[in-house]
């Protein structure tokens, strides 16, 4: 039988939100069409978090687990996710459009000579095949595309436009042996940025700064009604480039692309390339004293005003509802 085989993504054990993204949408379409759907998870001390596949609608989880791949390597990972291929011969492969799902879905497609579409945000089988939809033109078109003649096509999905689902179903654990792939980036350590905090690719909710904000002190008052939100901070690349905030928290172009539930962009004046990274958010309220400012041409709702006094009285309102 045909199936879609997702390569699901764990940080220390964890399983991240957009690959239960993916893994949903893989069913979704497997369902429809009459498919399989498999995932595929690599690790080290993974193979307990397999059969949490199933419950994403996964009938079949492929478990590759070996100290190696205690951390993300892109030539072990690839030959992990190529074993699985061979498996079970998948029409496509699924993966988030995350830092790792970018680096290894290009690697993945490369080693099988097949066509990779990138940051998807539509999706669906036509004659027998995966047809994507994807924003190009920093997001002032969209493209529709398949793999061409060689399958499986390798797609990532941009996070938060799929929604995740929980099925209920169980998969069947079939564990793959480590291949040896001749491995030579080995990452020795990673340090994370700062303690905690929420990242703006999977965020629900992002509160985001600019130029406006006038200095670096002033994030705390973002970060403030963030943390009543349950929000993370984003930022333009304006404030990254003044050394305001990290640039993890950039969106846009050559920053993060983000499709939160609701996206506050404050002191932000909705350049391309910032749109390009947020445009596809489902609520955007804009806070900008000007009232030309491009950012509320796709803005839901637009305050104009002074964010300094708009931002402090939202956050008191937010805190009064919830008190
Ligand atoms: C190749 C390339 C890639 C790029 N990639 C990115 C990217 O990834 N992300 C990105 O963001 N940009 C990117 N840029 C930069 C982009 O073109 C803009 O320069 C940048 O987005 C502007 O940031 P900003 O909106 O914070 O600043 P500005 O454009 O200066 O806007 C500041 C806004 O704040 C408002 N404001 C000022 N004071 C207040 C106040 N007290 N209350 C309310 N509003 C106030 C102003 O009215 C103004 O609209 C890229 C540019 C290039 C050329």
Redesign the pocket.
């Known amino acids: 039988m045909s199936c879609i085989l997702t390569f699901v993504e764990q940080r220390d054990g964890s399983i991240r939100k957009g690959s239960l993204e993916a893994l949903s949408e893989a069913r979704r379409l497997a369902v429809a069409a009459g498919w399989n759907s498999c995932a595929v998870l690599v690790g080290h001390g993974v193979e307990g978090k397999a059969v949490e596949l199933g419950n994403y609608g996964a009938t079949t989880a492929f478990v590759v687990d070996d100290e190696r791949f205690a951390r993300y390597s892109a030539e072990g990972y690839a030959a992990a996710v190529r074993a699985a291929v061979e498996k079970c011969q998948p029409e496509a492969v699924f993966m988030s459009a995350t830092a790792m799902g970018r680096d290894l879905s290009g690697r993945v497609a490369a080693r099988l000579l097949v066509g990779c579409l990138q940051d998807v945000t539509q999706l669906k089988i036509d004659s027998g095949k995966v047809v994507a939809v994807r924003p190009v033109y920093s997001g002032k078109a969209l493209a529709t595309a398949d793999g061409g003649a060689k399958k499986p096509v390798v797609v990532t999905l941009r996070p938060n436009v799929f929604a995740a689902e929980a099925s209920g179903g169980t998969a069947a654990v079939e564990k793959l042996p480590a291949i040896p792939a001749d491995v030579r980036a080995v990452i020795k350590e990673i340090i994370a940025a700062g303690g905690g905090e929420l990242d703006v690719a999977e965020a629900d909710v992002i509160v985001s700064g600019?130029?406006?904000l006038k200095g670096p002190e002033n994030f705390t008052m973002l970060a403030e009604l963030a943390k009543v939100l349950g929000a993370a901070v984003g930022a333009?690349?304006?404030?990254v480039d003044a050394g305001w905030i990290e640039h993890g928290h950039?969106?846009?172009?050559?920053?993060k692309v983000v499709s939160p539930s609701l996206y506050i962009a404050c002191?932000?004046?909705?350049?391309i390339?910032?749109l390009a990274?947020m445009s596809s958010s489902k609520i955007i309220v804009a806070?900008?004293?000007?009232p030309e400012?491009p950012i509320f041409k796709v803005a839901d709702y637009g305050i104009v005003g002074?964010?300094?006094q708009v931002v402090p009285a939202f956050t008191e309102e937010v805190k009064k509802l919830k008190a």
């Not at 950039?250 to 920053?255: A, C, E, K, R, S």
């Not at 806070?287 to 000007?290: A, C, Q, R, Y």
């Open positions: 600019g130029r406006g333009s690349r304006a404030a950039q969106v846009g172009q050559t920053g002191g932000i004046s909705g350049a390339q910032h990274g806070i900008n004293k000007d400012a002074d964010l300094f």
